[in-house]
């Protein structure tokens, strides 16, 4: 068997999926809880030499043990090559120590990752002063997807062609007008100063145009909500007929998704990078042809 898919239990749903579009195997990770809080995993390599481990890493100070073990298992299975599928990677926004003393975690997890695997792939990691992924991951190839592919071909047949698209911030630019330009849609980009965790000033140039529109924010992550929400409050008071918002990756607690939603914004949709509630347009195709692409589907 030249590749198979690995996959974490929360996973197996989306393992599936992408399963089919690659034609392997699917294979779950056995995962057992010791009262220690210890894991047991069990990862038997099914006679592949590819293994294409699936586990997205939010919550990751929980996860990547896990993950670090499975991979040690399988080549103890003899898996002469395990590339990591991690939709969602965690710690890639702090780049640089902002005060004495901090650990780059980038740099840390990154070095990790390319000692423990032999490719890894993301969805639109949270990058701020580099260009590319394998600047954080050096030595392994390295891929940094887009889920606008994936974003467009949910929204297109369900969006009102007077929608007006926007960023709640500069960093959120890219993912907007990636999706706005194939829908042919209007957009707006904020302007954002953060002053804490969960405040901040916001900025929306030109916002007189949702005027009796639709308006949908566009962001790469979802986690407090508090730009989403200052951006809302915005939108509201200029007169926008409705308010949703869509994101690759999901990571708000049930208590910031019913901030959000009172604040205005109706429905929050994700893609499946993680296993969020609101995580409901699927990545699979998106993965499998970048799979496909850098050749992991072929024996080493």
């Given at each position: 068997m030249s590749?198979?898919?690995?996959?974490?239990?929360?996973?197996?749903?989306q393992a599936e999926a992408l399963g089919r579009r690659c034609a392997v195997p699917v294979h779950p990770v056995g995962v057992r809880q010791f009262p220690d809080g210890e894991s047991l995993i069990t990862a038997p390599a099914h006679g592949a030499h590819t293994a294409l481990?699936?586990?997205?890493?939010?919550?990751p100070n929980a996860k990547l043990v896990e993950l670090l073990l499975a991979s040690a298992a399988l080549r103890d299975g003899g898996v002469r090559r395990v590339i990591l599928i991690a939709p969602y990677l965690a710690y890639m926004r702090q780049d640089m120590a902002f005060h004495p003393g901090e650990a780059v975690s980038q740099r840390v997890i990154g070095g990790l990752l390319a000692q423990w695997f032999d490719g890894v792939v993301t969805v639109d990691p949270h990058l701020h002063r580099i260009e590319r992924l394998n600047q954080a991951i050096p030595g392994i190839?390295?891929?940094?997807?887009?889920?606008?592919?994936a974003l467009v071909a949910a929204l297109a047949e369900e969006l009102d062609t007077a929608t007006v698209l926007v960023g709640p911030d500069s960093e959120s630019r890219p993912w907007v007008e990636s999706i706005a330009a194939p829908l042919g849609l209007h957009v707006l980009v904020?302007?954002?100063?953060?002053?804490g965790d969960r405040a901040v000033t916001l900025e929306l140039p030109g916002i007189s145009a949702v005027?009796?529109?639709?308006?949908?924010?566009?962001?790469?992550?979802?986690?407090?909500?508090?730009t989403l929400i200052a951006c809302a409050d915005l939108l509201r008071a200029a007169g926008a007929s409705g308010i949703e918002a869509v994101a690759t990756h999901a990571l708000a607690s049930p208590a910031d998704m019913a901030r959000m939603a009172a604040a205005g914004i109706s429905c929050i949709r994700a893609t499946d990078a993680t296993t969020h509630p609101a995580a409901t347009i699927p990545l699979a195709r998106v993965l499998a042809d970048a799979i496909r692409a850098a050749g992991w589907l072929e024996t080493p």
């Open positions: 590749a198979a898919i690995f996959a974490f239990p929360e996973m197996l749903a481990l699936l586990r997205s890493l939010d919550d190839p390295a891929l940094a997807l887009s889920a606008a592919p904020g302007e954002k100063v953060r002053h005027r009796d529109r639709p308006a949908l924010l566009v962001d790469d992550v979802i986690s407090s909500g508090t």
